[in-house]
């Protein structure tokens, strides 16, 4: 078994095709002037000129799923009697991401510690599911992956990590279902490509701009951090959708509710953004995040406060989606630059 | 469009409001971005150049009793002519800077014309924009990263104004271009446009960031996509959904929607949303003879009642 594999480019299709009979193989697609992870088939129009708009994470975690399905029975002999039918599959196929980011991949490192143990449907899909991430041969607007531990050719969470090189594609396995995917008759011996794949990692790398040093060790301050004249400066222009959280890698909040036919329906459990005033509406009517402001403040503490705070990691890849695609422009990157001790908490620059 | 013009005009207003919302550098050199100017020390971070594409009279519903001065274009000043038609502000707490404006450069078109990459620098030459990439230096036509909207500008002077910065200018484009994209559509079979809307809509990852950035969407948090009592819509994905809170808000701007394309700017997945508002006002004006946004003394259609309207036909009873 190889541990370093080459694909010439003019052999990239045939590897797919091959990885498609193995796996329900899901792969970046241009989809008008989006890229978007689709199931690949014949004739997928594969893109990987640039990360897809959104995460892969709804491959693993998708945007809805039904929990289970109930259905409520009369009883023949009695029809007073109604009993209720409960139906609970969990998803069961081999699958695998193709050209997700080493960001995309990093992210379903941080949804683990909270889905793993908890969640079967979770469980089985991240078991079963290989990761072949394309390493970045430079940044994207809005990219700052070197500023919470990760990089453009970071292996973490991935299974295997493929580079392009000039003529083809220079294959790592990190894992052992990663080696499985080298032994596909497609990949070539990738040893005499090492070199050449080692220098564009680090060339990438040095492109990626500092946000903030520190890493998961970044210091917030926290009398910033609990600052509401702070939050409500940075968010006046924020417009409270969930672009940002539905994009990211590692955004992992949901909602659930019973969607009912008469005598039948489905608990589905669907994405939620913590950026919606629903979001934290409360049954007694009362919302303890009605405004905007304690609501990103959330966003930003979840993923550089409290979750380090229980997971010991930073939750977030640095994938730059929500600054990239965000309608107003905010940039978390900045409002952490702005939060860390580094930061002038006087200095106003937007965000 | 002169920053510094802009800077003056916008201290002076400044001294009569609580907040003055304009255009700042975003977070790249190839992106502008809406900023909330209080204080006097942060009017240097003003800008004012083709990056200015956001529809700034969008926050005005949510400023409340706050006097606020706003920048604006001319499509955006139909924004601000349609809430005051319709009541959602009133106009003494309002202070207009209007901007004639010739066109906006779309961040999604620049964007892709540069190749998706990092900008490192940009800058105006005339009509050129100039930007530097990892690639190098490229020169790009305003005009072909133009929004659909400032294509068939009708109205690149604001319709209403405190102060103007810069002189008026005159559309130059033809009025019957404004409805032809809509038009092509619908020279397509249903089936064909059927297809065309679900592959479109199929994308929507119901972020509602069309929703949040329309200036006319005003029930925001009351929208019944989201709400969870009385639960009128499925919370699943699926296309069904997705198309049904896509036309429950095209209906909802139904002879209100002033073709400001902020929906279809704010998508992140890249849905021709304006094209789907622009057809309704199209039938709107068909209907009623009736134009969002231009004129404040006019009464939006669905906010009268006639019981013969001249241009439906009734159905026999």
Redesign the interface.
């Known amino acids: 078994m190889r541990e370093a594999g080459y694909i010439p480019k003019d052999a990239l299709r045939p590897f797919l095709e091959s990885l498609a009979k193995r796996f329900a193989l899901w792969a970046p697609c241009k ?4 890229i ?1 992870f689709q199931p690949y088939r014949d004739g997928s129009d594969i893109c990987l ?2 990360p897809a ?2 995460a892969p994470k709804g491959v693993i975690f ?3 799923e039904a929990l289970f399905t109930f259905a409520l029975r009369k009883s023949p002999e009695d029809p007073r009697k109604v009993d209720v039918a409960l139906d609970a599959q969990v998803p069961a196929g081999e699958a695998a991401i193709i050209a997700g980011r080493p960001c995309d991949a990093k992210g379903f490192l941080i949804l683990d510690p909270v889905y793993m143990d908890a969640d079967p449907y979770y469980k089985s899909r991240r078991e079963k599911t290989t990761i072949i991430t394309l390493a970045c041969p ?6 700052f992956c070197t500023s919470v531990e990760g990089g453009p050719a970071d292996t973490a969470g991935s299974d295997v990590l493929m580079t392009e090189l000039k003529g083809g594609y220079f294959l790592e396995a990190v894992t052992d279902k990663g080696n499985a995917v080298l032994a596909d008759k497609a990949v070539q011996d990738g040893a005499p490509h090492r070199q050449e794949a080692e220098k564009r990692h680090k060339a990438a790398y040095d ?1 990626v701009k500092k946000a903030f040093s520190g890493g998961r060790g970044v210091r917030i301050s926290e009398e910033r951090f609990l600052s509401d004249e702070f939050w409500e ?1 940075v968010t ?2 924020c ?5 940002c ?3 990211c890698p590692t955004c992992y909040c949901f ?1 659930i ?1 019973d ?1 009912k036919a008469v005598d039948k329906g489905e608990r ?1 459990r ?2 939620d ?1 913590c950026m ?3 979001f934290t ?1 409360e049954t007694s009517g009362h919302n303890p995040r009605p405004k905007k402001a304690p609501r990103f403040k959330q966003r930003v503490g979840h993923k550089f406060v409290y979750y380090p705070e229980k997971y010991g990691e930073l939750a977030c890849s640095g994938c730059g ?1 929500c ?1 990239r ?1 965000c ?3 905010m ?1 978390i990157s ?1 409002v952490v630059a702005r939060l860390s001790d580094e930061g002038d908490a006087s200095k ?3 965000t | 469009m002169n920053g510094e013009e802009v800077k003056k005009k916008v201290a002076e207003v400044l001294s009569k409001v609580d907040v003055v919302i304009a255009y700042g550098q975003g977070f790249d050199a190839a992106h502008g971005e809406p900023c909330f100017i209080t204080k006097k020390e942060e009017l240097d971070s003003l800008i004012l150049n083709p990056l200015c594409e956001h529809n700034l009279a969008s926050y005005l519903p949510s400023q409340k009793k706050k006097k606020t001065g706003v920048v604006v274009k001319g499509c955006d000043s139909r924004t601000i002519v349609q809430l005051l038609e319709e009541g959602l502000i009133e106009r003494e707490n309002v202070v207009i800077i209007g901007v004639p404006c010739r066109g906006v450069a779309s961040a999604k078109k620049l964007s892709k014309a540069l190749g998706h990459r990092q900008v490192e620098a940009l800058r105006f030459e005339g009509d050129l924009i100039v930007a530097k990439t990892s690639e190098g230096e490229k020169r790009i036509s305003l005009v072909d990263v133009f929004p659909d909207k400032c294509r068939t500008c009708q109205y690149p002077t604001p319709l209403v104004y405190d102060v103007l910065v810069g002189e008026p200018i005159e559309s130059d484009k033809d009025p019957d271009s404004v409805y032809g994209d809509v038009r092509e559509l619908m020279g397509k079979s249903l089936e064909e446009r059927k297809a065309y809307w679900e592959k479109e809509i199929d994308r929507c990852t119901r972020c509602y960031a069309c929703r949040n950035a329309c200036p006319l969407c005003v029930c925001q948090d009351s929208c019944i996509a989201e709400t969870r009592d009385p639960h009128w819509m499925s919370q699943r994905s699926s296309l069904s959904e997705k198309m049904m809170f896509h036309f429950i808000h095209a209906i909802h701007l139904a002879g209100r929607c002033t073709e400001c394309g902020e929906c279809e700017r704010a998508c992140p997945m890249d849905i021709p949303l304006g094209k789907l508002k622009k057809k309704i006002n199209m039938d709107m004006l068909e209907l009623f003879g009736y134009k969002p946004g231009v004129n404040r003394e006019d009464k939006p259609p669905l906010y009268t009642f006639k019981v013969e309207e001249e241009r439906i036909e009734e159905h026999e009873l």
């Not at chain 1, 430079?138 to 990219?143: A, D, E, T």
Request: glycine letters at 10%; hydrophobic letters at 20%; charged letters at 25%.
């Open positions: 989809d008008g002037e989006t978007t000129d640039r708009n959104a998708p945007q809805s430079h940044p994207y607007p809005g990219c492109k400066e006046a222009k417009l409270s959708c969930g672009a959280t539905y994009l909602n509710t969607e589905v669907s994405w953004s919606f005033q629903h509406q989606r600054i695609y309608p107003i422009g940039e900045k106003k620059e937007g």
